[in-house]
């Protein structure tokens, strides 16, 4: 790798102008920021994830800011595949960069039959597996954190799709590293690295939780060096490209993961105050690196 890190990058045999992805579950499947112009500068779109059947999510309130970034308890909410594969995907043949497919699942095998249905459209180039869900047939602790559970979800999916594919670990619990070479053996094209830190926040006069279900996902500018750590131990330990997802607020920080190994970097939690984050970092970038 040459430093300062390229802005232009290669990833699945494409050429991409910008290293920057919108993450899931910030970008919907890109239609809306499409309307109000927001795409300039983004990469891809990684879509909402999608479930076999439609789910509601949790109870709200499932949000809550706090002063140093954003708890997050959506619970996968999605009006399941055959309603995506109905209505949503045409609507994103539109969009100007390639869109991947986030699949979430309650089972093993709950991968692969979101993606045989997924298959069926040509709209999307791709999928990120999201494996930082909890496995609710296996005891609830989330697929991510068992290796030989992340490499029986990778080669399921393998067996239903030609397209390439992403695993989005989780941090919380089990060794990355591991899982990641576990998707790997499994036939994983990319990791993504990684999902939300489990936090969690309690109203000290009463006891209480703002979010109905308590335990959230946190995202922060802070966590910014724990995903840079990630990244490059799990960059360093396989042969695939990783896409990393976590703590991005500057042009620098992407580049910084840049340089950590990341192929491509996604935003999320970002997009929500500043809806055309991609094009400021790209200009942020380019005026770093003069590229
Ligand atoms: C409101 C919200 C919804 C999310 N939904 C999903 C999802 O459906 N699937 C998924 O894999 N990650 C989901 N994530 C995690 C993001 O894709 C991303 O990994 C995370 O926000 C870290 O990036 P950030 O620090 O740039 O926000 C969600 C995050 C937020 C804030």
Redesign the pocket.
Known sequence: MSFPPAIRRKFWGRDFSSPVML????AGFGEELLDLQCLSGAGAV?S??VTFNPREGNLPPR?LETPFG?L?S?G?ANPGVYHVVKHLLPAAAGLPCPLLI?V?GESVDEFADVVSVLEECSVHIGY?I?V?CPNAAEGGAAFGVDPDVVLRVAQGVSKVTGRPFSV?LTPNGGDMVQSAKAAVEGGASAI?V???FLGMHIDWETGKCVIKRKVA?Y??PA?LPLVVARVWQVSNAVSVPVIS????SRGEDVLQLLAAGAEMV?????L?RRPFAAGELMDEMKKLTGE
Do not use: H, P
């Open positions: 993450a899931s579950g910030t990684v909402k994830a949000l954003l997050n959506i996968l986030n979430a990120e999201n930082s989005k993504t990684c999902n939300t996902g995202t922060s966590l997802s976590g703590g991005v996604q935003i999320g939690t970002r929500m």
